[in-house]
């Protein structure tokens, strides 16, 4: 299995930005895939429109075994390396597990 990201860069903030990920060797078509980040100091942690308020996106094109994270107005806080993460068991993914990660892309966002 393997997962690759893309899309990371340095923006300003209230900038947007859209990272994604292509996963191969696993089926991400139930959703068993999932975004997250490690800012540096702070320990790792998934992320979602719900704990983003609303900026952030999640996306999937289950043709091209993708997942794409669109990001809106972007804060200096969104400051980190960005994940995607997949497991086969979609429950597992629901429990906050993955067995498969990605090598990251950087986000910087200056203010």
């Known amino acids: 299995v393997q997962l690759v990201e893309s899309g990371g860069g340095e923006v300003h903030a209230g900038d947007s930005l859209q990272l994604s990920c292509t996963a191969s060797?696993?089926?991400?078509?139930?959703?068993?895939i999932r975004w997250a980040r490690k800012a540096p100091g702070k320990g790792p942690e998934y992320v979602s429109s719900a704990n983003s308020g609303g900026r952030f996106t999640i996306s999937r094109d289950n043709a091209k075994n993708t997942v794409s994270l669109q990001m809106d107005v972007l804060k200096p806080e969104d400051t980190a390396d960005y994940y995607c993460?997949?497991?086969?068991?979609?429950?597992?993914?629901?429990?906050?597990?993955?067995?498969?990660w990605g090598q990251g892309t950087q986000v910087t966002v200056s203010s």
């Open positions: 060797g696993l089926s991400i078509a139930n959703g068993n």
């Open positions: 993460a997949a497991d086969r068991s979609y429950q597992h993914i629901l429990a906050g597990r993955a067995d498969y």
